[in-house]
């Protein structure tokens, strides 16, 4: 199937590693003409875009920035005007009860991942609309359909990033911008690494057996960036031209069972 990405420009926050950096290696491949990549780490954004680039001959900007921090939110926006499709990506909420995330833990992640979206549409949705196209994607994560005592900052935020999506989809078409989301369940990362040690440690003690934890997952393992990225990249693209205001989750139907962990 043809997506019809030639020639496009995107901005992939996170974009260095693990999701955001799969997404943007399949844009490349469809053709994308220009990718925009973002995240706190200058080093790793230089070798994701050297791999890119020496893979499909693809245009890469890096943008080593904190989008935690607001005035780097509107610098980026600043930069990258022209952009067809918005890839928020950057971020990661940390595992614990509400007894076990402090309140800095709490702020520091939600300033990156929960404002920083929120601020990252702020910035976008209004140049979208402005000239009447592009798309924001928005991934968050299947934590946000599943109210667990023991991921409750996560569960929060991402309940609230879905319904940012669902909000500004609803009517974003009227101005011929779409904005949806995707809610990826357990993916093989380093993000899943630390959650999984850390849900070890506080169901059998040792956050050394973490991969026990595989075994009560669909399929009995955890989902991989390659069953992500394709589908961020058909959301995109024209073929999803009907679709705003949803939230597409891939999970292997984790989060719609009773016994959960």
Not at 97 to 124: P, Q, T
Request: glycine share 12%; with cysteine.
């Amino acid at each position: 199937m043809d997506l019809g990405l030639q020639g496009r420009t995107a901005l992939i926050t996170g974009g260095s590693k693990g999701i955001g950096k799969a997404i943007a290696l399949v844009l490349a491949e469809e053709g994308a003409a220009h990718l925009h990549l973002c995240s706190r780490t200058r080093e790793e954004l230089e070798a994701t875009a050297g791999e890119i680039r020496a893979a499909h001959g693809t245009q890469v900007t890096i943008h080593p920035l904190d989008l935690s921090n607001s005035s780097n939110v509107a610098m980026l926006a600043q930069a990258c005007q022209d952009v067809d499709f918005l890839v928020n990506n950057a971020g990661a909420i940390p595992g614990g009860s509400i007894a076990e995330v402090d309140e800095r833990k709490w702020r520091d992640a939600w300033d990156l991942k929960v404002f920083g979206y929120i601020n990252m549409c702020r910035e976008f949705y209004p140049i979208m609309t402005g000239r009447g196209h592009g798309v924001i994607l928005n991934i968050i994560g299947s934590g946000g359909q599943v109210p667990d005592p023991n991921y409750i900052a996560g569960v929060m935020g991402n309940r609230t990033l879905m319904m940012l999506s669902q909000a500004l989809g609803a009517r974003s078409v009227e101005h011929g911008v779409r904005v949806l989301a995707i809610n990826p369940g357990l993916i093989a990362t380093d993000r899943m690494l630390s959650l999984l040690q850390a849900k070890a440690e506080l169901l059998l003690g040792d956050g050394k057996r973490w991969e026990e934890l595989l075994t009560i997952q669909p399929m009995n393992r955890a989902g991989t960036v390659d069953e992500v990225a394709p589908m961020a990249a058909f959301l995109l693209s024209r073929h999803a031209a009907y679709i705003s205001g949803t939230v597409v989750t891939i999970d292997a139907g984790h989060s719609q069972r009773v016994d959960l962990f």
